[in-house]
């Protein structure tokens, strides 16, 4: 429970950090990308230090290139 409050309180001084520079210029567009990563990235630190399995983009891709591999290993015996 530390580590979330933690990972909260570097968040709440990296929002006190930025915010304010893009509300003062404007930058609308990047303060949605900006809070949409920093949601994405707190979300995903915060299930690691609960120790939620999280699933491996990893696994996705060998998940799509494992039958190609097979079919061409297949085509080149």
């Known amino acids: ?3 979330v409050l933690g ?3 570097a968040i709440a001084v990296i929002i006190k950090l930025e915010v304010p520079s ?3 210029k404007g930058l ?4 949605r990308v900006f809070s949409f990563l920093l949601l994405f990235g707190a979300g995903i630190s915060i299930a ?3 120790n939620v399995k999280l699933p491996n983009p990893l696994d996705w ?3 799509i290139y494992r039958p190609v591999s097979r079919f061409i290993e297949g085509v080149l015996q």
Do not use: P, R
């Open 48 to 50: 690691q230090s609960l």
């Open 1 to 3: 429970m530390v580590v």
């Open 28 to 31: 609308m567009k990047e303060l």
């Open 61 to 63: 891709i060998d998940f």
């Open 22 to 24: 893009l509300l003062k």
């Open 7 to 9: 990972i909260l309180a």
